[in-house]
């Protein structure tokens, strides 16, 4: 998903006799499913939490629009690319609702670009790896789209208000892109002996880097723990790992793919796919900043902000300037 | 000073003949741009007509802490809501 290893603030649940009467006012709306808006009483914790946790969904965003971007002008028809434009345009929006639902929690829209730019907060590491073939839009689109709707869905009913808002606008956009994605697939499935296998290449390529969207197994964390009781995370790492994979073997097996993990079986007991753990030693190379585009990505966001820079001083000093101009008429009429 | 772009509130009327109702925020150098930004932002699938942005600094809000006096009130006024009366069935629909 667009936010992993996410750190709690805190040191885990309190027991209700620990809390302060605020504390537990505040978890009692909680527990109650109200929502909590940003002008209530919320714990630091939470706050926190919920600062690191939307801004690196919302980083995701931003920075999940490179290696779709590099596609835009390769795009085999006009068509498929209007359709890419438009999927990458809906991910820089997604990427400003999130800002905005962070902005409300106290922190501004340049400390968390600055956390990005430094690399002092992250974004998914599905990012990091490159978007080699066309048909790497296809799979980015259902797998990458897909695994991140897997925790998008549930966390509209998050309790912090703005968070929980922003997630019904983008998921609402969310299976058009995965649909496109999938649209893909079929397209090249059905085509040439090497449109398959261009297909197949992507899917071989991009199966556990999505996997691992889910971060590591959470299930004894302490920190996932507290971040369920203030439902800013709804489900385990493993469930929702576990509910993509379901999900995602009988799609495969209608495109005619083979999931590159041999086993990847349906259980009859559980009634759920086995799979294979992705590597998890690389997932933490990744996330360390040696994945292979780790570099790439956070130039081409530097360089952004940076080449902006006149045009977004210059609009604000022309904003100013004629705010000042209207003023003094004002006064030289009255 | 402070080189961020101020922070707008978007407001958007829907298809419907409906109200204003507030959908987001972005930032914008000044409000040309801002209703430029809120179109992209928030109207990509026609769910628009009409767009008001307000500059975030000018919107005066009431504090969670006034809930109470402020909301109080009409709870004890039952007889605001047209359920408080008893009107016979025989005098028909009202
Ligand atoms: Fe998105
Ligand atoms: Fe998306």
Redesign the interface.
């Given at each position: 998903m667009y936010a992993q290893m996410i750190k709690t603030a805190g040191t885990g649940v309190k027991s209700p006799e620990e809390m302060t009467d605020q504390e537990r006012a505040f978890q009692a709306r909680i527990d109650a499913d109200e929502k909590i808006?940003p002008?209530?009483?919320m714990p630091d914790d939470y706050r926190a939490t919920l600062i690191r946790q939307i801004g690196q969904h919302a980083h995701s965003e931003i920075v999940g629009q490179l290696p779709e971007g590099n596609w835009i002008t390769r795009a085999p028809t006009l068509e498929r690319k209007a359709i890419l434009l438009?999927k990458v345009?809906?991910e820089a929006?997604h990427g400003?609702?999130l800002y905005?639902a962070a902005?409300t929690l106290g922190i501004?829209?340049?400390e968390l670009t600055e956390d990005l730019l430094s690399g002092k907060m992250k974004y998914s590491s599905i990012f990091n790896y490159p978007t080699l073939n066309w048909a790497d839009m296809g799979a980015v689109g259902w797998l990458v789209d897909g695994a991140a709707i897997m925790n998008q869905v549930p966390l509209q009913r998050t309790s912090f208000g703005p968070y929980s808002?922003?997630m019904v606008?983008i998921c609402k956009?969310e299976s058009f892109h995965q649909r496109q994605g999938y649209d893909i697939m079929m397209k090249m499935c059905q085509g040439t002996e090497e449109q398959k296998q261009m297909a197949q290449d992507a899917m071989n390529r991009t199966w556990f880097p999505a996997l691992m969207m889910f971060g590591p197994s959470d299930k004894d964390s302490v920190h996932s723990t507290q971040s369920m009781a203030w439902k800013i995370k709804i489900n385990t790492n493993d469930e929702l790992r576990q509910k993509f994979v379901d999900q995602t073997v009988p799609q495969a097996e209608y495109l005619g793919l083979t999931i590159p993990d041999e086993n990847v079986k349906l259980n009859k007991k559980t009634g759920h796919y086995d799979y294979s753990e992705p590597d998890w030693s690389e997932f933490f190379e990744v996330i360390k900043g040696n994945g292979p585009c780790n570099t790439e990505r956070l130039n081409a966001r530097n360089k952004a902000w940076d080449d902006g820079k006149w045009v977004?001083?210059g609009?604000?000093a022309?904003?100013r300037k004629?705010?000042a101009r209207k003023a003094s008429a004002k006064t030289a009429a009255e | 000073m402070k080189?961020?772009?101020p922070?707008w509130e978007v407001f958007i009327r829907g298809q419907h003949g409906m109200s204003h109702r507030h959908v987001?925020?972005?930032?914008a150098?000044?409000a040309e741009?801002a209703i430029k930004n809120a179109r992209?932002?928030?109207t990509?699938?026609n769910e628009g007509v009409s767009i008001w942005v307000v500059e975030a600094a000018h919107i005066a809000?009431s504090?969670?802490s006034d809930k109470g006096p402020l909301y109080e009130p009409s709870n004890s006024k039952v007889y605001r809501h047209p359920t408080f009366f008893d009107i016979p069935e025989d005098v028909g629909a009202m």
């Open positions: 808006e002008k209530d009483w438009a345009q809906d929006g400003l609702y905005c902005e501004s829209r340049d808002r922003a606008r956009e977004r001083d609009l604000l022309h904003a004629k705010a | 080189n961020e772009w922070l987001g925020s972005l930032h150098p000044d741009m992209d932002v928030y990509r699938r809000a504090s969670p």
